[in-house]
């Protein structure tokens, strides 16, 4: 790559895009302008009501005839604020529905009691905030004469009013307590914000170079594909920062021009120690750098498979809606940041960005959380050059692509989906599986994990109706050979061993979220055997398998040789399963299981194995003494080395004499 | 040198219930275009010119074939590099509209290598040579057609190339404007410059053109010069022959 090129590039995309008024006045405008005019005007607004209620001067009417002991007490309020003004007048009410008074008062005499009648007109401001007031004054007045009788009957009014006296104490600083209300707003805004900056930028260098015809002419120099890709990135970033920059700068203005102001009012500043935020700031700051690559990156790679502007636009709006669901995550008082939320993107920001308010400096999350986000960044970067590399999104003219957004009459029956609507099909369940299936394991627990798997078979099944592909096909709903069936359980026995060995692996590097795993699952699974085996081994072996084995791995050879598309469906599949502990493990098991799926063009095979996996691991949990006496390598802590080689051995035997199997053709 | 070896680019096509098939644009077609030659390249809209042009120019890979350069002995095949000696121009090469033209030329300078200083002399030069010194520091957007038009080919011009490879370049323009890009190849072909151009215009092709190429539905139906076509057909207008041999050519395929 060469930086010169790269820079002048660069310098090229800045100048286009912050010459366009769209992007700038997203950029500048709303963050500078807006943000603390709306803040602002509603903030005076509001002071500016109340300070005309309480300077006011109300005018009530005496309905009795006072001995002045109820004068004297309308006359000296303490307040200063506001100030009663008794007023003689021939017919009260009359005056009351002229508002030329704000309030009548009654007085009788019962039984030794006082009793006050206050009449007024709840529809008219000033009516109903004299009553307040009115209600204040005589309340403290009832005050005054309760202790004066406790106090003449000998008794101590403090003692007899309030013999329990309660107190709190709130030993959290000024800081933590702005910190955890901050924590709730500040992710979410600054991610939105960030989002919103790099959108127009986003469109702008990638769809919009194409509706614009520019594209073909940068295709004419001798610039590389990663080059192209790295300038726009660096200005969508650049300018993604700076918006999120300005917003932050505009959000903390407001937030000190709020918060001086609530100090004037209250005339109480506990004082807030700046200084205390100053490592949150600067490791939020990292974090922003870290958001802003991977949101970039996400952006454009989506704007980039549009053919313009209002495509974009459209294929933008979901995005949208999905990153604000998972910045939601921050204001959910349960989820913390651990090992397997600092992997969801988007929420592991908001998270951490909270927690850093709160001064939690956990350095490993922190590090993994950056770590993440570049990381997802750079895939997303490097998917993004595979997607400008190819011609069929340059000088595409619409066919093929993504065809869930076209209106269905455009639409084109064929074979298999192709790997965008793919894609896109695989996103969206990912993202039903953690929120909604993940709402409905908090609900119905076992249950729970049923709704999952309709979700997970569901989705792919209404994208292949919808896009009017062969169900037949891409499910590979077809009988097969006996014999794939009987090489497919020599081929899982041999990956079960084998995913032992890489799960004790993996379980050596990452122990947080193994422990955290099996934890969670035998919260879940309850006590009945058979209600386990339906919905931990039946279950998934039917969904899982129509999904990843059907829909996945039929899109992915649609358009990969077979060995690509059985790597990329078995990376799906372990990212599915969503931890770090468990993507080797069902990585390899699926692999396995696409090959068999390949070979014997079936999906029926791949179910049996599946539902065996499944079923073994279950048994195991259930019957755990049992699964130790016939298999003793099962319950061991530690597996010696003599364990590892037989293992190794007897798992490659296995998965070699079933691949043998299922590769084997008659021969006529 | 610019060689281009037996090119075939083959695109999928949609067809009914969606089932693809596999066409050739350009099926099998080896040409050349040597240093002070201008070839002209006629063909039907959909014949496959602007596939061919686009692979010479390297802004689309052959599925089968190869696209080369000789400078002098020098065999070269690395994309890139050739790219650096070849200005394309086509009816989708547009400008960036938010820049002035000096920007742009400064950017692309820059891209090909050049230094600041080569880049201002070289500037200075073309606008010189197209008249652009009135526009030069406008925006592209506020640009009228002509003037986009010389700014586009100011762009082809700055690293200058030893090859031009133009997609219809006169196509809508108005007799002023197209002459001046005639005169324009004809003056770099007599600096030479190879150029290699596809047109609609068999008057153009005729005036200009040292070799045409005609092709139709991606292959060669005839190629030579004015006389060899004319000896080969018997027809002496272009037009005549470009009919006949597209005739021809039908009756082959139904056959």
């Known amino acids: ?668 | 040198m610019l060689v281009g070896e037996n090119l075939i680019k083959s695109f999928e096509r949609n067809e009914k219930r969606g089932k693809k098939t596999e066409f050739n644009a350009v099926d099998d077609i080896s040409i050349e275009v040597s240093q002070g030659e201008i070839v002209g390249i006629i063909g039907a809209n959909g014949a496959g010119k602007t596939t061919l042009l686009r692979m010479l120019a390297g802004l689309m890979k052959p599925t089968s074939g190869q696209v080369m350069m000789w400078d002098g002995d020098e065999k070269i095949e690395n994309e890139l590099v050739m790219k650096g000696k070849i200005g394309y121009l086509s009816g989708n090469t547009k400008l960036y509209g938010r820049l002035s033209t000096r920007e742009l030329l400064d950017m692309i300078g820059k891209i090909h290598g050049m230094n600041t200083s080569e880049i201002d002399e070289r500037i200075a030069e073309i606008s010189k040579v197209l008249n652009m010194d009135g526009f030069i520091d406008n925006r592209i957007e506020k640009l009228s057609t002509g003037q986009t038009q010389r700014a586009s080919i100011s762009r082809c011009l700055i690293h200058s190339p030893q090859i031009y490879i133009f997609d219809e370049p006169t196509l809508g323009l108005d007799i002023l404007s197209s002459s001046a890009i005639i005169e324009f190849m004809r003056k770099e072909k007599e600096n030479g410059k190879g150029v290699v151009y596809s047109t609609h215009y068999m008057e153009e092709a005729e005036y200009l053109c040292d070799r045409i190429i005609m092709i139709g539905k991606g292959r060669i139906i005839g190629s030579g010069t004015l006389d060899e076509l004319r000896n080969d057909t018997g027809f002496s207008s272009l037009r005549e022959i470009f009919g006949a041999l597209a005739s021809q050519e039908e009756d082959l395929y139904e056959c």
């Open chain 1, 1 to 668: 790559m060469n930086v010169k090129i790269v820079k002048s590039l660069y310098k090229k995309e800045m100048l286009d895009v912050l010459r366009d008024k769209k992007t700038v006045i997203m950029m500048l405008v709303v963050p500078l302008v807006l943000y603390p005019l709306v803040m602002i005007c509603s903030l005076s607004i509001m002071t500016g009501i109340t300070n005309s209620i309480s300077s006011n001067t109300y005018r009530i009417c005496f309905d009795f005839e006072d001995d002045g002991h109820v004068g004297e007490l309308f006359k000296n309020t303490d307040e200063v604020s506001y100030s009663f003004e008794i007023v003689s007048c021939e017919n009260p009410s009359e005056a009351l529905a002229n508002e030329e008074i704000d309030a009548i008062i009654r007085r009788t005499v019962e039984n030794g009691r006082e009793c006050f009648d206050i009449t007024y007109m709840s529809s008219i401001n000033n009516s109903s905030y004299a009553t307040d007031m009115i209600e204040k004054t005589l309340n403290s007045y009832a005050h005054n004469l309760t202790i004066s009788i406790l106090e003449d009957a000998g008794l101590n009014p403090e003692q007899t009013l309030a013999p329990v006296d309660i107190h709190y104490r709130d030993v959290s600083t000024n800081e933590e307590t702005a910190g955890s209300l901050l924590g709730m707003l500040i992710p979410f805004m600054l991610v939105m914000s960030l989002l919103m900056g790099t959108m127009y930028p986003a469109i702008d260098t990638t769809a919009g170079e194409k509706e614009r015809g520019t594209l073909e002419t940068m295709l004419t120099l001798p610039v590389s594909n990663s080059e192209l890709i790295m300038s726009k990135f660096l200005a969508v970033g650049t300018i993604g920062v700076t918006s999120a920059v300005l917003n932050l700068i505009a959000m903390g203005g407001v937030g000190a021009y709020m918060y001086n102001m609530v100090a004037t009012i209250r005339e109480s500043t506990g004082g807030l120690n700046m200084s205390r935020f100053i490592p949150a700031i600067f490791v939020g700051t990292l974090c922003i750098l870290a958001f802003a690559i991977f949101i970039s990156a996400i952006s454009m790679c989506v704007c980039a498979l549009a053919r313009s502007y209002k495509e974009a636009n459209n294929y933008l709006t979901p995005l949208t809606l999905v990153v604000m669901f998972a910045s939601f995550l921050g204001f959910i008082p349960n989820v913390t940041l651990n090992t397997s939320t600092a992997l969801i993107p988007v929420a592991n920001v908001c998270l951490l960005v909270r927690d850093l308010l709160l001064f939690k400096y956990n350095i490993q999350m922190i590090a993994l959380v950056l770590f993440v986000n570049v990381a997802y960044g750079l895939v997303s970067v490097m998917l993004l050059s595979k997607i400008y590399n190819s011609e069929a999104v340059i000088f595409g003219d619409g066919n093929g692509g993504i065809q869930i957004f076209e209106r269905r009459s455009n639409i084109k029956k064929g074979m298999l989906p192709t790997t965008q609507d793919a894609w896109l099909v695989i996103i969206f369940t990912a993202m039903l599986v953690i929120y909604a299936g993940g709402a409905a394991q908090l609900k119905y627990g076992i249950y729970g994990l049923l709704i999952t798997q309709f979700i997970v078979v569901g989705i792919p099944l209404i994208a292949t109706i919808y896009t009017k592909k062969d169900i037949k096909n891409t499910f590979k709903l077809k009988g097969c050979s006996p014999k794939y069936f009987f090489g497919g359980i020599f081929v899982i026995i041999g990956g079960i061993m084998l995913g032992m060995l890489v799960s004790a692996v993996t379980g050596l590097i990452f122990k947080e979220s193994a422990l955290d795993a099996s934890e969670s699952m035998t919260q879940i699974i309850g006590d009945s055997f058979p209600l386990a085996l339906i919905i931990i081994a039946l279950a998934p072996a039917i969904c899982e398998e129509l999904m990843f084995r059907g829909y996945v791995l039929g899109a992915m050879s649609g358009k990969y040789n077979p060995r690509t598309a059985i790597i990329i469906s078995a990376a799906i599949f372990g990212i599915y399963h969503m931890s770090i502990s468990k993507f080797f493990t069902t990585a390899l098991i699926g692999g396995l299981i696409c090959y068999v799926a390949v070979k014997s063009k079936s999906i029926f095979p791949g179910m049996l194995m599946h539902f065996t996996n499944n079923a073994l691991s279950v048994a195991t949990m259930f019957y755990q003494e049992e699964t130790a006496r016939i298999f003793p390598v099962f319950a061991k802590e530690t597996l010696a080395v003599s364990d590892i080689l037989i293992m190794l051995g007897f798992g490659i035997f296995f998965v070699a004499v079933g691949f043998f199997v299922v590769k084997s053709t008659k021969k006529n």
